[in-house]
């Protein structure tokens, strides 16, 4: 009996003991063994202690009352093969996995203590996850972006709609997508990107030219696009989106489907299909705003841990019809429009797609190859092919009727290849070289002057990064790029402008021909662009890092800074490059603090970017055509400042109630002319309260305030002649828009149909409170009010 009693009182001794002492910690941070994405959704389960958990949505994992020792930690995936890690405990201890997805060979793998993301380690980088980009299934890229701190948009009504990220648009905004630069002429205000938002399931921002593996121009910054790893296994899986809008009447509906196979093998096909009709303001119809798109896609290949091959191609076709009231007939049209505040044309609501419209087709080609080799490193090689062709349509008459004011086509052929050494883990270095080979057609057919000419481009670039982990919580980045371009244009111009422009004194070697009252030239320009970037990350405990980032860009002008030269008729304005325009030289700096706990979390991102010789578009008076007065928009360019902040955080009132909070503020000064830059976003917060109850078929409602400050920093108007009333008006083409306040709830609930089949539904409005208001960033502000009350619902079957 007496040993009995010792024997059980020593148990309960070492189970105080051990509840007293067993105090350590395990954490860190699970990611991808390739390209360092976060896995969501990783168990980490120590075997010994039967303690379990599962990776937020950064990958990042926490195991409390550890004791000191060894043991042996188990890592599962539902789309990664099942790995086991002996890891010693000594205090607290963080300890970061890589996982490959869909392993074949366990030998391959590398426990290295990287925290790094796959696109930058020290800028300021925020994403959206699928399920954000379904919810923007039957909006477009730019839509969804808004949803990151720092980024707005320039649009052109609703359909049209460019990123803008810390007030940069353009050519400086880089779109990557699944790995290929998008070529689609970009550098048009009134020119989305030509790819459809239901092909990709993650979007990355990066903010600041410090992707220097990708280019040296995005001085704006990097939207990455990407899609899902397939698993290692036999599987059939897909999923179809059907969304239904009250503000257009319409929707759009859009299935994927994948097949995988365990030798690696896969197949995968998407596609989707938006049609729209007329969109709506509160008070009336927005005439002629319809819309249809199409987009399909196709991917196959090959992916092993040792190497793997993929072939993707994807088709992207719309038409886009343009806000009627938007097309005047010359100045006098444009001053009555922003006096009325009413649309010159209302009608009744139709599907059709009038004029002005534009038509768009896109077509992406891509072949990739990569190997790894053990204790080396990884080769990638890869070519792309792409093919944009762009019709855009003006009201004419007569033969011309049926007839484009503009139509391009740029092909691009690029080539890269590059090589990853990551054999240590406290030192990864990569290099890589690019050549791209570019053909802009401008049909003459058209019976009106182009506006951009044909020209060839060449590119050629070459980087070096590197990545070195200094200690456990110390890492330091590095980088240089350097860029070759080469344009070379053969364009008429009118011998009259040439002189106005003083062409002839500055560039005579261009002439090739003089036709009387024309000249056709050949302007060849040639650009070296260096580009670099250094920065830091420090890891401050398991919930906190900072970012700080140092980054130098160079971007060329692009051919309609240099060479737009007439009336742009779907926008009504009289666009004037100027062939004297240079490089622009981004210098930006940039620190990030991020925390993100289990109760809150906050990211707070100041920045200052100056911009030597930057470039811009903007209106300086008028010019009279055989069609009449038309409002004239020219490029110049100087010296800038942009300077903001990026405030984002979210806190967990309680197991159901969760708060999210964004705050942007961007202010950009032309400092030659000691004056607001124009189009520069206006201040803006957004605040959002979610109810989640997992138990009612995971039922979630949110409503969200975005209140949106009147833009008070802006460049002053300019006085234009009018020929109605026979003297000099100011035309308030800069006059900011008031501020507005715009509510949007969503609900939405998942029902489990069977094993493998599961069915979300949601509904959201938009505008709740059918507001009206114009957006400073909206070109057809002079025209029209803004979108109205939308109700959308969204059916999801994932099988």
Same mark, same amino acid.
């Given at each position: ?37 976060? !896995? &969501?959704?990783?168990? *980490?389960?120590?075997?010994? @202690?039967?303690?379990?958990?599962? =990776?937020?949505? +950064?990958? %990042? ?44 060979? !366990? &030998?391959?793998?590398? *426990?290295?203590?990287?925290? @790094?993301?796959?696109?930058?380690? =020290?800028?300021? +980088?925020? %994403? ?672």
């Amino acid at each position: 009996m007496r040993t009995f009693l010792a024997i059980v009182l020593s148990f309960f001794v070492y189970q105080a003991s051990n509840a007293q002492w067993c105090q350590e910690s395990l954490y860190g941070q699970v990611l991808d063994f390739h390209d360092q994405t976060p !896995l &969501e959704g990783a168990t *980490v389960h120590i075997l010994e @202690l039967d303690k379990a958990v599962l =990776t937020d949505f +950064e990958g %990042r994992y926490r195991i409390e009352g550890v004791c000191q020792g060894t043991y042996e930690v188990e890592l599962s995936h539902r789309l990664c093969r099942t790995l086991v890690f002996e890891v010693e405990i000594s205090g607290n201890t963080q300890r970061d996995f890589q996982m490959e997805h869909h392993l074949e060979e !366990l &030998e391959e793998v590398q *426990v290295v203590g990287d925290l @790094l993301p796959d696109v930058s380690n =020290t800028a300021q +980088e925020q %994403r959206l996850s699928t399920i954000t980009l379904e919810n923007y299934s039957s909006g477009t890229l730019g839509d969804a972006l808004r949803e990151i701190s720092g980024v707005s948009t320039l649009k052109t009504g609703s359909n049209i709609v460019k990123p803008a990220i810390n007030g940069l648009t353009g050519s400086r905004v880089l779109i990557l997508n699944d790995g290929v630069r998008m070529q689609d002429m970009e550098w048009g205000d009134e020119h989305a990107p030509n790819l459809d938002i239901n092909s990709a399931d993650q979007v990355s921002v990066i903010k600041g030219p410090a992707a220097l593996r990708y280019a040296g121009d995005a001085i704006g910054g990097l939207v990455v696009i990407e899609r899902e790893r397939v698993a290692i296994a036999d599987s059939l899986f897909g999923k179809t989106l059907m969304t239904l809008m009250s503000n257009g009447r319409g929707g759009n509906i859009s299935t994927e489907v994948t097949r995988t196979f365990e030798s690696g093998w896969y197949l995968n096909g998407q596609g989707s299909f938006k049609r729209l009709g007329d969109r709506e303001a509160p008070d009336y119809v927005l005439s002629n705003t319809g819309m249809q798109d199409l987009g399909l896609s196709f991917h196959a290949g090959k992916r092993l841990i040792n190497q793997g091959w993929d072939f993707d191609y994807s088709y992207y076709q719309a038409d886009i019809a343009i806000l009627r009231a938007s097309h005047i007939g010359n100045v006098d049209d444009l001053i009555e429009s922003i006096n009325s505040g009413t649309p010159s044309v209302i009608e009744p609501f139709t599907y059709e797609l009038g004029v002005p419209r534009q038509e768009v087709t896109h077509h992406l080609g891509k072949l990739n190859y990569y190997l790894r080799i053990k204790g080396v490193g990884k080769w990638t090689a890869q070519y792309d092919f792409q093919n944009n062709r762009r019709f855009e349509y003006d009201v004419r008459v007569g033969a011309d009727r049926d007839k484009p004011a503009i139509d391009l086509e740029l092909t691009t052929h690029t080539v890269m290849t590059d090589f990853t050494w990551d054999a240590s883990s406290n030192l990864e270095i990569q290099a890589g070289v690019l050549g791209r080979y570019q053909n802009n057609f401008a049909n003459p057919d058209t019976g009106v002057r182009r506006l951009i000419p044909d020209y060839d481009k060449y590119d050629f670039g070459a980087f070096l990064i590197g990545e070195y982990r200094l200690k456990e919580n110390w890492l330091l980045e590095a980088g240089i790029r350097y860029d070759y371009n080469r344009i070379d244009a053969l364009k008429f111009y009118r011998t009259s402008r040439w002189e106005e422009r003083g062409y002839d004194e500055d560039f005579p070697e261009f002439v090739v021909e003089d036709l009387g009252t024309q000249l056709l030239t050949n302007p060849i320009f040639d650009y070296h662009n260096l580009s670099a970037s250094a920065g830091m990350r420090f890891i401050l405990d398991v919930d906190s890092e900072i970012r700080a980032n140092y980054a130098l860009g160079q971007r060329p002008p692009n051919p309609s800074e240099l060479f737009s030269d007439g009336l742009h008729h779907s926008a009504a304005r009289i666009e004037l490059g100027d062939l004297r325009i240079g490089t622009e030289t981004s210098h930006r700096i940039s620190i990030a603090y991020n925390r993100s706990g289990e109760r809150w979390g906050v990211t707070l991102e100041p920045y200052l970017n100056y911009i030597q010789d930057f470039i811009l578009l903007e209106p300086t008076g008028a010019e009279f055509t055989i069609r009449g007065a038309f409002p004239v928009w020219s490029y110049r360019q100087t010296d800038a400042r942009l300077a903001g902040l990026d405030l984002s955080g979210y806190f967990q009132w309680s197991a159901q109630w969760q708060s999210r909070h964004h705050f942007s503020l961007t202010k950009g000064n032309d400092l030659d002319q000691d004056q607001a830059l124009i189009n520069i976003p206006a201040p803006i917060t957004r605040n959002s309260l979610a109810f989640r109850k997992q138990e009612w078929h995971q039922f979630e409602v949110s409503l969200e305030s975005t209140y949106v400050f009147r833009q008070n920093e802006a460049p002053p108007n300019i006085f234009v002649f009018s020929p109605a009333q026979q003297e000099l008006v100011e035309l308030e083409i800069n006059t900011p828009p008031p501020a507005y306040h715009l509510m949007t709830l969503r609900a939405g609930m998942a029902f489990s149909l069977s094993e493998t089949l599961v069915l979300n539904t949601g509904i959201a409005v938009e505008n709740l409170a059918d507001t009206n208001y114009r957006e400073y960033l909206n070109r057809n502000r002079y025209f029209a009010d803004d979108l109205g009350r939308n109700i959308i619902l969204q059916l999801k079957l994932y099988y």
